[in-house]
Nanobody, 124 residues
Framework: VQLQASGGGLVQAGGSLRLSCAYSGSTVNAYHMGWFRQTPGKEREFVAAISWTGVSTHYAASVKGRFTISRDNAKNTVYLQMNSLKPEDTAIYYC??????????????????WGQGTLVTVSS
């Protein structure tokens, strides 16, 4: 499974960004997908996850109600729509694939595959 994240950038507080993660591989649509983020000196933390069908989603408490994860299996892409961004959302965002559905509290070592990160910077 290969993952390629994109869509990061600089945005003012209160603004929005949409991250994308293109995935490929012979069995990739059987994988649940997720997003984590990491800031310098801190462990990578769970942000959101979506089942391979797209029916089930999970969010970290810090982003619930502001972020929305979705996927389009026809386009082999998972998205993270981020609204009402705050400076504390500044981080490198990573997409991940896993055979088990990740959820709030999931550790990064639970993910099977990782994409490269995309930097999101929210200015105050």
């Amino acid at each position: 499974v290969q993952l390629q994240a994109s869509g990061g950038g600089l945005v003012q507080a209160g603004g929005s960004l949409r991250l994308s993660c293109a995935y490929s591989g012979s069995t990739v649509n059987a994988y649940h997908m997720g997003w984590f983020r990491q800031t310098p000196g801190k462990e990578r933390e769970f942000v959101a996850a979506i089942s391979w069908t797209g029916v089930s989603t999970h969010y970290a408490a810090s982003v619930k109600g502001r972020f929305t994860i979705s996927r389009d299996n026809a386009k082999n892409t998972v998205y993270l729509q981020m609204n009402s961004l705050k400076p504390e959302d500044t981080a490198i965002y990573y997409c991940a694939a896993d055979k088990e559905l990740l959820r709030a509290g999931s550790r990064p070592d639970e993910a099977d595959y990782w994409g490269q990160g995309t930097l999101v910077t929210v200015s105050s």
